[in-house]
Every structure is written in C-alpha cells, then in structure tokens.
C-alpha cells in the first residue's frame, strides 16, 4: 500500500523517513561505483588487446593512414628522409596523375607481410575507390585496385622484374604508372615477357656503384696512370736493346737530318702525352658520384619525425608511431602510464619518455637509437612549459622488438642502464620473437620494474653524448676517383711496368737465344784464321754465307751513300760498292737463303759472297785492306805477302796474300800451307780448289776483293 501512495503522492513533498532512506540509497551506489572504478584497471591489467574494447584501443594504422590519404592521395612518410624524405611528395604526384583513376599512395618503411591487408584495411576506412599503391625505401611493394580497372599487379611485376634492385622507389614507382597506363591486355604481356627474362638469367645491371667500386676504379686509375706511361719508356728501352742484338730480317731505318733530340724525347713525350689523357679521360670514363638515386633531402626532411616525436611526447610521455603496426593495446598503455607515473614519484626517479617507432638506416639519425633519443630530448626540452627534458628516454622499435634505455639528468646509473640491461628486456626471448608485437607490452612493463629496483647516485648523470650521423650528402656521395686506393694503384702500377718489362725482356731473350742460333753472329776478324774450316762442306758455306750478308746489310744500311760528300763517303762508298756485288750474286733478296735448287747458289758463288759481304763490312771499320787470304778466303783479311807454293804438283811458287796464320806458317812450316788450302765440294763427292771451278769469279780474288766486285758486276751485265 505504501508504494501505491508514494505514486499516489508523487506531487507532494516527501516525508522524513524518505528522505533518510533515500540518501543511504544514495551513498551505497555511490561507494559500489567508486569500488568498480578502482578496480577496474587492475581486473583488465592481464588482458591482452583483443580482449578489449574497440573504443578503448589507440588509433590503428589503417585509420591514420586513411585520415592522411583523405588530405592529400600522396602520402610520404617522414621516417625515411635518407632515401625518400617527403619533398618527394609532388614528384609521386605528378606520376600518379598519368593513371587514368583515382590514386593513392603510401610511402611507407618496409615492412614485415605482403601489404595487401594493409592497403585493403585503408581502403575500407578511406571509404572511396582507386588505385592504391604501397611504397617503400626501394620500390613498389604491393598494389590493389579497388572498384576501379587497373592492371595493379602486372605493372607492379614488370617494374619488379625490368628495374635493377638500386633503380630507387621513384623509379619503380614511375615505371609502374606507366605499364598501368597502357592498358591491362599490353601490361599482362610486358610482366609476363620481364618475368620470363629474368627467369632466364637476363637479370637488370646495376644503376648505381657502391664504395668498393669506386675503389676498384681508383686502383685500376692509378696502375693505369703509372704502369702505362712506365710501359712505354721501359719497352722503348727493351726494343732497342733488342735491335742491337736481335739479328734482323728487315733492314733497319736509314738515318735521316732530324736532330737526334728530337727522336731522344719522342718517347718520354709519348709516355707524358698517355699519362695526361689517362688522367683526363678517367674522370669521364668513371663519371659515377652518387652511390644511390636518392635526392638531397632539406633541413625540414631531416628535422620532421623528431619534431612529430617531441611534440608526442610534450602532450604524452609514452609515443606510439601511428604509422606503424600497433603493437601496444589500450591496456598496456595505461598500465605502462600507471608505471611511469610512480616511479616519476619514487625516490631518486622522474620522467620516463618511451618512444615506440622504428629506426631504420635511412632515417635521420641513420638507426641510431642513442642519437634519436638525445635529439628528441633536445628538441623537447625547447618546447612550451616543458624546460630542460631530463629523465630516461626509452626507445621501442615495433618492428626489431629492440628496446634501448638511455639516460639523462636522472640520478642513475647510465651505462648499466644501456650495456646491462638483461636481454630479456632489451632483446626478449623466444616468445617475444614469434609474437608479432615482440610482447613489447610486457617487456616494458619488465623495465619499469628494473628501472624501480635500479640503484640511485648522490648526483644526477647522463649517459653521455652521441656520435653524429653522417650527412646525406656525404653518405649517399662516392670518394672522389683520385683518392683512396688511388695512390697503392700508382705503385701497383709502376710494379706491373717492371714485370712486364722482365715478361718481354725474358721472352725476347729466348727469342734472341733461338735466332742466333739459327743466324748466329759473324766471327771476328782475329778468330777466323783459327776456326776456319779447310774442306768446308756446302751448308756451311750457304749458312755462313747468310750470316755475313745479314751483318753487312745491317752495317752498309745504317751508313748511307752520299756521293755529293766526299773524304767520309769513299770508304761508304767501297763498302756499298763490295755489298751490291754480293747482293748481286744472290739476286738481292737478302732474306732468301740460298738452296742447292737456287740458281747460282754452287760453293765458289757462296764464297764470294762470304767473301765480298766481310769486306764490306771491313770497309766501314777503316780497314782500307783489299786483299784476304790467298790460301782459304775464310781466313779473312790479309797481313802481307810471299811466294809459296800451295800446290802439291811441281814446284811453281805464287805470289799470294797471307793471312798473320799463314804468313807465319810459310817461314816457319811452308808444307803447311799446302794443308790449309781451301777446297771446294765438287762434282761426284770431289773436292777442288777454291780457284780452280771453270768460270767461278774467285779466278780475279788474286787481284784484290775490288777487282772481284767489278768481276761480279761485269758477269751480272753479260747475263
């Protein structure tokens, strides 16, 4: 009855009791709310992202990236300003405009899976169809066509397949528009024809050189600039050592009125000459200077993400990269905020800033976590309201799972924190290598428990400063040509020179060894007596024959005739005058060796050859001698004259010429000379004597090797 009169009684005042009970009612709900609330956090501490709400979880990654394709279809990222900073935005513009539809594309770092769930999660928070493109630091990963008609994925295989690995995202990206815009029958054959070629080992060549290359053409620069100026002086020098002693074939070159300074400096002037146009043609030759397609990126490029990260972090001490995978759940966040806070009230603590965001080699600080966290605090401690950013910078990578701690201002120890931290928080386990999210949650929540249990210092420390990151324009730029292995090229150089003179010196020798065995040198003057043969046999007399006339021809051809010039000339004169009578003998053809089938070519023709070419030769040493040995030619020139009887039958003595051999034998033994006269080979295995064959010329040799010369000359004329 009591609840029909309260509805009954709605209008009027309450009572006394119900105004009591309504107000215990009042402060139990109130007390079980405030209960639910406290314990809330630590009932929901365990559970894992996908336990939790959705509107509880940060912003995803797709709905970051729809949120900046809705601004702009070009979206770079700021993470990448080594290879792809974002002043590359219009130039992926203007080629996403030649597609014919609707595109957008993503610049993003490379990351772990195909991309494809990626593209088709932002296409579905973006809410509009098209192109969607997925870029990162080296070419086109992966592409989809929603709701329009594009060949996505036989233009991402060509480009894939057509493009060297170091052509670069812009590239790739360009030469994937453009297979896009020929249409999808056109671009299924062009991936089909570029996969087919590469699968048959017809791989792209490189664009670009690394250091080592450019090391590789800095040596061979050097050997090059060194070895081949070095080569020409040295086998200059091997040539004409070689003619001086190689027995040649061909005749050398006269002598001629240039000044003999001008042929000294021909060949320095030659090596000179080679060595300055290696020097300049070099350069033009190995013109490479980049080591890579990358654009010089501008302050603003290199400065972006760590002012995006600061400015995080002036708002949040803990900074989750929404360009990347989350890898922290709602939970995780607050809990690890929870951490952050007390330890901020601890004795000895403070600020903790963790940043969870990838560190690649082509981002500012070039992958070096120690130097992003020392400009994040720099540029943190700059901010409004925030003063000198002292605490313990926490950097997270989401894709390595990696976690370094660095500390700075905070009365910790420093190094401890950075090389003793235990693995299983800086590097985690095998759990944390399968998990997709590196269990990052946990291995934070890990070092807040280290960072509370770590022992404090009297003073503040830091943990100290870091090195530089090399600048872009250095890093991507190769050592210039003359320089790094340039100067060891110089000496390697001059070493090749030297062994190759050694290699062709070593081979000439041997070449010179074998021919003058084969066309052995003439004998001098004083030994010809002693070694002589008496009964020589026809090769002798054809090879010996040979060798004097090449010697001769190699004497007379380097002294030419003048007959305008007197005193001089005459004895060139008797010289040439002897050589053109052998030459006339052989049909002058120097180089042909005289065979029994040649005509003319009987023993007495063979030794006025002998004869005439070693007068010759005499002529041009001064010897004015026109008389050789009346008892063996072979003996060479003459000392004098006796009577001697040389003959066996009757004892007719002659007037001959007589070598110092001989002319010492006709006073002391004269029977001796009649042993040493020459015979010749004749008919029927014979022998005759060198003067007595019918109608040889060596009938005059009595009368002087001049009177021979005209004979010859004469008998040359009748034929």
Known sequence: MRGVTTLTTAGRPPTHHTASGAFRLLLTLCGLTALLLASA????????????PAADRPPTQAAYLADRLRENPVHVTDQLPREVPRSMAPDFARLAERTGVP????????QGGSGEDLLGAVHDRL??????VLVDESEVRQAAAYGVRAPAEAARTTAAFELPYDAGPLRSFGRFVDVVAQGSERAKARADAAHERFRDGHEPERMYIGPSDRQNQSFVTGIALTGVPLSILLLAWCVRWSRRRFPRATP????TDRPKWRRRLLVP??????????????????DQTKRGPAPLPTSGDMTARVERVATGLARDPVYVDPESPQVLDATQLSRLHDRIERFGRSEGGGPVYVTVVPHLSEDE?????????????????????????????????????????????????????NFDLPESIALGDDRADEADDHLLGERLDALMTYLDKAPRTEDPTTFGDPARAPSPEKENSLPPLFATDFWPGLFVGVVAAALLLGLVAGVLGIVVAVMRRRHPAPLP??????????EPSEEYLRRTARTELHAAHEAVIAEPYDARAGGESLRIAAAWDRFEAAMLLVDGDVDEEPSPQ?????????????VLARASRNALDGDSNDHCCGVNPLHGPSAGRRHVRVSAEGNRRRMLSLCPLCLDSATAAPHELRERKLTLPGPARTRVPYDEPEGSPLWVLGDGISRLASAVRESSHVH
């Open 41 to 52: 956090p630590l009932a929901a501490a365990p559970a894992r992202a996908a336990d939790a």
């Open 103 to 110: 595109t957008y594309v993503l610049v993003l770092p490379g």
């Open 127 to 132: 809410g509009r169809d098209g192109l969607f």
């Open 252 to 255: 050398p070159r006269p002598k």
């Open 269 to 286: 002037g030659l090596a000179l000459a080679t060595a300055a146009a290696i020097a300049v043609t070099a350069p033009l030759v190995f």
């Open 365 to 417: 600080s070039a992958g070096d976590g120690e130097l992003f966290a020392a400009t994040v605090r720099a540029k943190l401690s700059k901010a409004d309201g925030i003063g000198e950013a002292d605490g313990v910078y926490v950097v997270a990578d989401p894709m390595t799972g990696y976690i370094d701690v660095f500390n700075h201002g905070l009365r910790l120890q420093s190094l401890p924190l």
């Open 525 to 534: 003057a004083d030994a010809l007596p002693l070694v002589s043969p008496t």
């Open 598 to 610: 040649t005509p003319g070519a009987d023993p007495a023709t063979l030794l006025a050859v002998i």
